[in-house]
């Protein structure tokens, strides 16, 4: 596959001075910047399908006329979180 390149980008010498003083061992400036773009399309991605999931559930709301309280979301979120961390915890004594 062909490779392409990004428009070379000129920031205050102090912004190149933090974005450098955070490079891991190994690390280039060129691999920093590559992976804080790609973390940063994947956060807007998952952003937008967030939305567009909100919207269609607001949509269905609308429609079939249920909804659900504030209260038992929290209550569901609540139990899912402690059935994660549950999880994670007998994965960590394994």
Same mark, same amino acid.
Do not use: C, N, W
């Given at each position: 596959?062909?490779?392409?390149?990004?428009p070379?980008? +000129?920031?205050?010498?102090?912004? +190149?001075?933090?974005?450098?003083?955070?490079?891991?061992? *190994?690390e280039?400036?060129s691999?920093f910047?590559?992976?804080?773009? +790609?973390?940063?399309?994947?956060r807007?991605?998952?952003r937008?399908?967030?939305?567009? +999931?909100?919207l269609?559930?607001r949509?269905?709301?609308?429609?079939? *006329?249920?909804?659900?309280?504030?209260?038992?979301?929290?209550?569901?979120?609540?139990?899912m979180?402690?059935?994660?961390?549950?999880?994670?915890?007998?994965?960590?004594?394994?």
């Amino acid at each position: 596959m062909k490779t392409a390149t990004l428009p070379s980008l +000129r920031v205050e010498p102090e912004l +190149r001075e933090a974005a450098e003083s955070v490079l891991q061992e *190994g690390e280039t400036l060129s691999g920093f910047i590559e992976a804080s773009i +790609r973390e940063t399309i994947e956060r807007r991605r998952t952003r937008a399908e967030f939305i567009a +999931r909100g919207l269609a559930s607001r949509d269905e709301a609308k429609r079939t *006329g249920v909804y659900f309280s504030a209260d038992v979301v929290h209550a569901e979120l609540s139990r899912m979180l402690v059935k994660a961390k549950t999880k994670l915890q007998k994965k960590a004594r394994a």
